[in-house]
């Protein structure tokens, strides 16, 4: 049986690859803050855009050979002289030269034959040397070519000084057994294997081509990527270091918030339930499941969440177990005696059952009304003001009571909730530094008069709560929303000192 590689290597093309998923489109500013992201990750090299494509690419490619950030920096390029130009011109360190091998690609797309494509490739190969450009030479649409083909235009390729190879499955047509069986013959320099992810079956093919005899693989964050994306950089280090025992050298702590800055650039929402990223990668609702976690975490959870830079997360619904509910309270301070735990569990599930999600503050309510400790609240809204229009910078200013005093905060943003927010968190900054981690807005009814159901995520200091403001007025509901947070995390302290109590 083949064997991995002593070293692994990991070839981003988040910013090529990645950029192509229609839609998005980042700055050569963002890119410069992903490709440090992915440098102090450790990836091995970073291909940044086609310089060929636009003035904006060479734009983005510049800056980033320009910042030294400690990684090799490559570049997307055709088998064209003037695409070898740009890509050296702009500071690039090597170029991923493709060439399409299958006739289907040959033919239709180039409209040129076999023979002629692989001049083309063996000029641009020459070129590119004499250019002082490390060269990987790629073959596109390789799992549709003949086979021959592609070892012919790669032995040929390393002859004319192609310095790496790489294997493209350019629609996701490879499975893990052929890749077995075709990548051995094609390692005549180190060779890269490029993944799409059209039948789910990319982190499989990479993992087989890297047993076969590959020693890169290419990947994007979040598996980005033109139609189902590319194999997913995180999932695959994640495979590699808990189900083949490799250590990859990368950062894994950093995966999480790698992922997360991607996202947020990119515009394109991590789904829920992805591994080892999503949302619901690492929390538990489930009532046995979550009891099972709290007793020994690796009953239900298989990577432990801070390995990735993540936190478990135990939420509450229909079917929380009076054990999450008990574990939930404690760590606020909160020890309710069994009767009063079961009658806490009740009215959870009850609002579970109304299709509701339990928020933080929910069950702080709750336990509180249960527990008969309804407290005065630390801040108490005075009056907010919000102009907003198609000709002025959204403002607002609150003005809030706390515990006698009166505060008042200002704020632009981008819109009338962001400046509402913004402003909210200006007037306690003195006393506490809360910040907005996650906004959700759900209409519960269609219309523009329907009623309108916001949850934020608030945080201070690490600890992490959600809370809900519900009207009319989406405004008006974030405030709400916002003000019911800080008073719960302002509180805090005051509720584990009052732990013995109850
Ligand atoms: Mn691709």
């Given at each position: 049986?083949?064997?991995?590689?002593?070293?692994?290597?990991?070839?981003?093309?988040?910013?090529?690859?990645?950029?192509?998923?229609?839609?998005?489109?980042?700055?050569?500013?963002?890119?410069?803050?992903?490709?440090?992201?992915?440098?102090?990750?450790?990836?091995?090299?970073?291909?940044?855009?086609?310089?060929?494509?636009?003035?904006?690419?060479?734009?983005?490619?510049?800056?980033?050979?320009?910042?030294?950030?400690?990684?090799?920096?490559?570049?997307?390029?055709?088998?064209?002289?003037?695409?070898?130009?740009?890509?050296?011109?702009?500071?690039?360190?090597?170029?991923?030269?493709?060439?399409?091998?299958?006739?289907?690609?040959?033919?239709?797309?180039?409209?040129?034959?076999?023979?002629?494509?692989?001049?083309?490739?063996?000029?641009?190969?020459?070129?590119?040397?004499?250019?002082?450009?490390?060269?990987?030479?790629?073959?596109?649409?390789?799992?549709?070519?003949?086979?021959?083909?592609?070892?012919?235009?790669?032995?040929?390729?390393?002859?004319?000084?192609?310095?790496?190879?790489?294997?493209?499955?350019?629609?996701?047509?490879?499975?893990?057994?052929?890749?077995?069986?075709?990548?051995?013959?094609?390692?005549?320099?180190?060779?890269?294997?490029?993944?799409?992810?059209?039948?789910g079956f990319a982190l499989a093919n990479t993992i087989a081509a890297l047993r076969a005899g590959a020693t890169c693989a290419h990947t994007t964050v979040n598996g980005l990527g033109e139609r189902a994306g590319n194999t997913p950089f995180e999932e695959l280090v994640m495979n590699l270091e808990i189900l083949y025992g490799i250590k990859t050298g990368i950062a894994t702590g950093e995966l999480y918030s790698l992922s997360s800055l991607v996202s947020r650039l990119s515009g394109v929402p991590l789904p829920v339930n992805k591994a080892i990223v999503g949302e619901m990668a690492f929390t538990h609702e489930s009532g046995i499941h979550a009891h099972g976690?709290?007793?020994?975490?690796?009953?239900?959870?298989?990577?432990?969440?801070?390995?990735?830079?993540?936190?478990?997360?135990?939420?509450?619904?229909?079917?929380?177990?009076?054990?999450?509910?008990?574990?939930?309270?404690?760590?606020?301070?909160?020890?309710?005696?069994?009767?009063?735990?079961?009658?806490?569990?009740?009215?959870?599930?009850?609002?579970?059952?109304?299709?509701?999600?339990?928020?933080?503050?929910?069950?702080?309510?709750?336990?509180?009304?249960?527990?008969?400790?309804?407290?005065?609240?630390?801040?108490?809204?005075?009056?907010?003001?919000?102009?907003?229009?198609?000709?002025?910078?959204?403002?607002?200013?609150?003005?809030?009571?706390?515990?006698?005093?009166?505060?008042?905060?200002?704020?632009?943003?981008?819109?009338?909730?962001?400046?509402?927010?913004?402003?909210?968190?200006?007037?306690?900054?003195?006393?506490?530094?809360?910040?907005?981690?996650?906004?959700?807005?759900?209409?519960?009814?269609?219309?523009?008069?329907?009623?309108?159901?916001?949850?934020?995520?608030?945080?201070?200091?690490?600890?992490?709560?959600?809370?809900?403001?519900?009207?009319?007025?989406?405004?008006?509901?974030?405030?709400?929303?916002?003000?019911?947070?800080?008073?719960?995390?302002?509180?805090?302290?005051?509720?584990?000192?009052?732990?013995?109590?109850?």
């Amino acid at each position: 049986m083949a064997l991995f590689a002593d070293k692994i290597r990991f070839f981003d093309t988040t910013l090529r690859d990645g950029e192509q998923t229609p839609g998005v489109s980042l700055s050569p500013e963002e890119k410069l803050s992903i490709a440090r992201k992915l440098a102090e990750v450790g990836v091995d090299v970073v291909e940044v855009g086609s310089a060929a494509a636009s003035e904006g690419e060479r734009q983005a490619l510049r800056l980033i050979s320009g910042a030294d950030i400690g990684v090799e920096i490559c570049t997307y390029v055709r088998a064209v002289r003037q695409d070898i130009d740009y890509a050296a011109d702009a500071g690039a360190d090597s170029v991923h030269l493709v060439i399409p091998v299958s006739d289907l690609h040959i033919e239709k797309k180039m409209r040129k034959t076999r023979g002629e494509v692989f001049s083309m490739a063996m000029e641009a190969v020459t070129h590119a040397k004499e250019r002082g450009l490390i060269v990987e030479l790629s073959g596109e649409d390789a799992s549709r070519a003949d086979q021959g083909f592609v070892r012919h235009v790669f032995r040929e390729g390393v002859l004319a000084g192609a310095d790496r190879l790489c294997f493209c499955d350019t629609v996701g047509l490879l499975t893990p057994e052929r890749a077995l069986e075709i990548i051995p013959p094609l390692v005549l320099a180190p060779l890269s294997i490029h993944c799409h992810d059209d039948l789910g079956f990319a982190l499989a093919n990479t993992i087989a081509a890297l047993r076969a005899g590959a020693t890169c693989a290419h990947t994007t964050v979040n598996g980005l990527g033109e139609r189902a994306g590319n194999t997913p950089f995180e999932e695959l280090v994640m495979n590699l270091e808990i189900l083949y025992g490799i250590k990859t050298g990368i950062a894994t702590g950093e995966l999480y918030s790698l992922s997360s800055l991607v996202s947020r650039l990119s515009g394109v929402p991590l789904p829920v339930n992805k591994a080892i990223v999503g949302e619901m990668a690492f929390t538990h609702e489930s009532g046995i499941h979550a009891h099972g976690v709290l007793r020994d975490a690796s009953t239900y959870e298989p990577v432990k969440p801070e390995v990735v830079g993540r936190r478990r997360r135990i939420v509450l619904g229909k079917h929380s177990g009076a054990a999450s509910v008990a574990a939930a309270l404690s760590e606020r301070g909160y020890h309710p005696t069994d009767p009063q735990l079961k009658e806490i569990v009740q009215r959870i599930k009850q609002l579970g059952d109304e299709g509701k999600r339990v928020t933080d503050e929910d069950l702080l309510a709750i336990t509180e009304t249960v527990l008969q400790m309804e407290t005065e609240p630390i801040l108490k809204l005075r009056q907010f003001t919000v102009v907003s229009g198609n000709s002025v910078t959204p403002t607002a200013s609150v003005t809030l009571q706390m515990k006698g005093d009166e505060v008042t905060g200002a704020s632009i943003g981008t819109g009338p909730v962001d400046a509402a927010i913004e402003a909210l968190r200006r007037s306690v900054a003195d006393v506490a530094d809360i910040r907005l981690e996650e906004y959700h807005v759900d209409a519960i009814t269609g219309g523009t008069d329907a009623l309108v159901d916001v949850t934020v995520k608030l945080s201070k200091d690490g600890k992490i709560l959600t809370s809900r403001g519900a009207s009319t007025d989406i405004i008006k509901a974030s405030v709400e929303a916002v003000i019911t947070g800080m008073n719960r995390l302002l509180r805090e302290e005051d509720e584990i000192r009052r732990k013995d109590r109850c």
